[in-house]
């Protein structure tokens, strides 16, 4: 008997041979939890994934001007909408501890990393966002590291984080000017996929294509759970 990882409800599967192959395919929540975890499937910035009828949202013609028309993030792919549902679900796996939560994701960022890495260069290597050492003792897991680990491919931890600030105290104008948390530890010169759980002014992606930039990497390019 299955029960659904968030409201613990029991979860009543449909008979087919997909069952008998495995768990692998397999909800980790129920039909009602389900339906509230909307991924993005309409028009879209083709650069960072918000909703928008333009090809290239208003941020990220912004971006291009602060970069001067050499943003070092070549484009961002976000799964689902960050609505009330999935921002409680991911502050009980993130900020409380709840380190099974992430099965639920796991279907979805598996499918559409399928559809995302038909447009990336390969071969590619993945690198989940890190935390501060001091912030990875306080959670006890990177939430970007977990969610890398459903993908296919190279993964390295080519980054550290120098800072402890939480980008989600900081005002929009504080994310853009802050100064760059991360230092790279390992030189790529194949294209990454940088790896997070949200994208929200795209400041924290930008700062780690950033340094892969400029230190030999030409393609650098973000998988995101959400888009907010």
Not at 8 to 16: G, N
Not at 69 to 76: A, G, S, V, Y
Not at 101 to 125: D, G, M, R, S
Not at 144 to 152: K, R, W, Y
């Amino acid at each position: 008997m299955l029960y659904c990882l968030w409201c613990e409800d029991e979860i009543v599967l449909q008979v087919s041979w997909i069952n008998f192959i495995g768990r692998e395919q397999q909800n980790e929540i129920c039909t009602q939890c389900a339906k509230q975890l909307v991924e993005l499937n309409g028009k879209r910035c083709l650069k960072c994934s918000r909703e928008t009828s333009e090809s290239n949202c208003y941020d990220c013609e912004r971006w291009d001007l602060f970069y001067n028309q050499r943003d070092p993030l070549t484009w961002n792919y976000s799964i689902f909408h960050y609505n009330s549902f999935i921002k409680e679900v991911i502050t009980q796996w993130k900020y409380r501890g709840d380190y099974a939560l992430v099965k639920i994701f796991k279907n979805a960022i598996i499918k559409q990393f399928k559809y995302f890495v038909t447009k990336v260069e390969h071969p590619y290597i993945v690198v989940p966002i890190p935390l501060s050492e001091e912030r990875l003792y306080e959670r006890g897991f990177n939430q970007a590291e977990m969610l890398a680990n459903f993908l296919s491919g190279m993964k390295i931890m080519a980054l550290t984080r120098n800072t402890n600030t939480k980008q989600a105290t900081k005002t929009k104008i504080e994310r853009i000017q802050s100064d760059n948390p991360f230092k790279l530890i390992k030189r790529l010169n194949k294209p990454v996929v940088l790896v997070d759980d949200i994208y929200t002014t795209g400041r924290t992606l930008r700062h780690a294509a950033q340094l892969l930039q400029q230190n030999g990497c030409n393609e650098i390019y973000a998988l995101t759970l959400c888009r907010a």
